[in-house]
């Protein structure tokens, strides 16, 4: 049974790393978008229309698909002040209650954030200068932090089978 736990990890980790590589691009994307418009606005006085908006909204979907590699990685900051002389197996059952809490908390974020996104389209809220429809970006935001909650169950398991 493990095994096979440990070989959906081993996908799953996959998944997430193309995910960040998605994250990846769109902050390629922004960067670039950033410089035209400060180039603009200094050259030319025509900035990017908008451009702060979409620095906004993006930042926060690049952050949320972006965590979930992190923490199938084990790239999170750890704090080993408390464990730094404590056994290995100590700090991995340490390592998994935070990585459990991670995903109580990740999931709560999740639905939070699709609920918002319900509620952004029922009302039809929008960007105030592109009219960009929020509610996208809730969704997407609820999906990297339930994919995050995902790596957070994830991880115990796979920190285990290592140890």
Same mark, same amino acid.
């Given at each position: ?7 959906? /990890? ?10 960040? *590589?998605?994250? *990846? ?11 035209? /418009? ?76 699709? +609920? ?7 009302? *039809? ?7 960009? +429809? ?5 969704? /997407?935001?609820?999906?990297?932090? *339930? ?17």
């Amino acid at each position: 049974m493990l095994n096979g736990i440990y070989t959906l /990890s081993k996908q799953f980790e996959r998944a997430t790393a193309w995910l960040a *590589g998605l994250a *990846g691009l769109i902050l390629i994307a922004m960067s670039i978008m950033t410089v035209i /418009s400060v180039a603009g606005r200094f050259s030319m006085s025509m900035p990017v229309t908008g451009d702060t908006e979409i620095i906004q909204m993006f930042t926060a979907v690049v952050v949320s698909f972006s965590l979930p590699f992190c923490q199938m990685c084990y790239g999170n900051v750890i704090v080993d002040v408390f464990t730094a002389n404590a056994s290995q197996k100590f700090k991995n059952r340490f390592d998994s209650v935070g990585d459990l809490l991670l995903a109580v908390l990740m999931a709560a974020l999740a639905i939070q954030a699709f +609920k918002g996104g319900i509620d952004a389209g029922k009302y *039809g809220n929008e960007t105030m200068m592109l009219r960009m +429809k929020e509610s996208w970006f809730y969704y /997407s935001i609820s999906f990297g932090c *339930g994919m995050t909650a995902i790596a957070g169950l994830l991880t115990p398991i796979t920190r285990f089978k290592r140890a």
